[in-house]
Every structure is written in structure tokens, then in C-alpha cells.
């Protein structure tokens, strides 16, 4: 199980029964994109490991398990990736987790309603089954895809196209990390803006609702830029 969301949502290993967990640094944490982070949470996950006889290629958990019960690594870390993971953290600290996350679900609500009053089409409908961190759209009817995300690259914002038997037919927007107000208004506004130009049927009340949305959604107090 890969969880994207580490970091960005409510994530119960012990509650929700989870054997093993498998996240990455880059994700909701915020830190440079080298390193996982497995949780072991169950004694039987461990015992499946112990049953498996040929050797592994490239991570070897009963081999990771023995080395950290003498809180040591088998073999040299990246060090200076610690060092970065760790003052990814800190900040997480100094904000608070509740607060980490609760940015995290505000800002991608504040999204999710901004594209959706300028007339973009959820892929995922149901609020229930919606992920916080990665948010799909239906492309524009009658557009290029690769076409709307090139223009949109353009303009200094990067989105990505479906996987598999969605690709071509819905973009995803990650809400991840350490994104800011300003970069939220640079998306949502690039967007819109070349769906317009394709023949988007947002009217200019809804524009304003859809930018609305971004300047008051909750952040931080420590992110937030005040008057003066």
C-alpha cells in the first residue's frame, strides 16, 4: 500500500488495521524525493517476511528489522537526505500536524471549488471517496489534452494527465506540501483561464466565486502574509 496522503490527511495505521504502509518523502512531507518510509504495524506482515525464502533485490525487511533493533543501518545512509527529511519535519512541527493537515484539506476544497464554479467536471464526484492530496478533472469538452496541458505549462504550472483508461480524459492537480496561496491562485487562475480560451462556459459571477475561494480558504498563521 503506497499512501500518497501521508502528511496531507488523516492517516490511522493502528485503527484502520493497516499490515504495512509504504509512503514517500517528496509527497505530503515535503522533502526531497529520495527516500521511503515503511511502517511494519502488525506481527503477522513480519512473520509473511520471515516465510519468504529467496533473497530480496533491493529492500530487505527482515535485514532493515535486525539492523534497527541496534538502531543502526545496514548499510550507509543518505545523510544529507536525513538532515533535509528532518528540517521537513521540523517545520510540520512548528506548524502543527493538526494544522499541516487541516491546510492541506482546506486549500484542496478551496481548489476543488474554484474549478468546479468556473465550470470544470470533478472526475471523482462523491466527496467521500475523493483524495485531499490529488484532485482529478474532466478535460474541457472538445479540447486537445495534450494541447491544455502544454498551454497551461506555458504559463509556469504544471499538471499531469490521467493514468491508464483515463488517460486523455481527466488531468490531476497535486495539493501537496508546502503550497502557498499565491501558488494556489497561479494554478487555479492558469486553468481557467486557457479553459475560457477553449470555450469554457464559466459567466463572470462565477469567475469571481471561483477566485474568491482561493483568497479566503484557511492557512496557517505562520504562511499567511498580513497587511503592511
Not at 463572470?204 to 474568491?212: C, E, Q, Y
Amino acid at each position: 500500500m503506497t499512501m500518497y496522503q501521508l502528511g496531507g490527511d488523516y492517516f490511522e495505521v493502528d485503527s484502520w488495521g493497516i499490515d504495512v504502509a509504504v509512503s514517500s518523502s517528496q509527497k505530503c512531507l515535503a522533502a526531497p524525493p529520495v527516500m521511503s518510509f515503511i511502517a511494519v504495524a502488525s506481527g503477522e506482515a513480519y512473520r509473511k517476511a520471515e516465510s519468504i525464502n529467496h533473497p530480496s533485490i533491493y529492500f530487505d525487511i527482515k535485514l532493515m528489522r535486525k539492523f534497527g533493533e541496534k538502531f543502526e543501518t545496514p548499510f550507509t545512509p543518505a545523510v544529507n537526505y536525513l538532515f533535509a527529511v528532518r528540517e521537513a519535519l521540523g517545520i510540520i512541527r512548528e506548524i502543527g500536524l493538526e494544522n499541516w493537515i487541516k491546510w492541506h484539506i482546506e486549500r484542496g476544497r478551496a481548489i476543488l471549488n474554484a474549478f468546479t464554479r468556473a465550470g470544470l467536471e470533478p472526475f471523482i464526484r462523491n466527496d467521500y471517496h475523493r483524495s485531499t492530496t490529488v484532485l482529478s478533472f474532466r478535460y474541457p469538452p472538445g479540447v486537445n489534452p495534450d494541447e491544455f496541458r502544454r498551454t497551461i505549462y506555458r504559463l509556469g504550472v504544471s499538471i499531469s494527465d490521467g493514468m491508464d483508461e483515463v488517460k486523455g480524459k481527466v488531468f490531476r492537480v497535486g495539493n501537496m506540501g508546502y503550497l502557498t496561496r499565491r501558488d494556489v491562485l497561479t494554478l487555479v487562475s492558469s486553468v481557467i483561464a486557457v479553459s475560457l480560451i477553449n470555450g469554457g462556459n464559466a459567466n463572470n459571477t462565477a469567475i469571481g466565486d471561483a477566485f474568491r475561494e482561493v483568497l479566503n480558504y484557511w492557512e496557517p498563521e505562520q504562511l499567511s502574509v498580513g497587511e503592511g
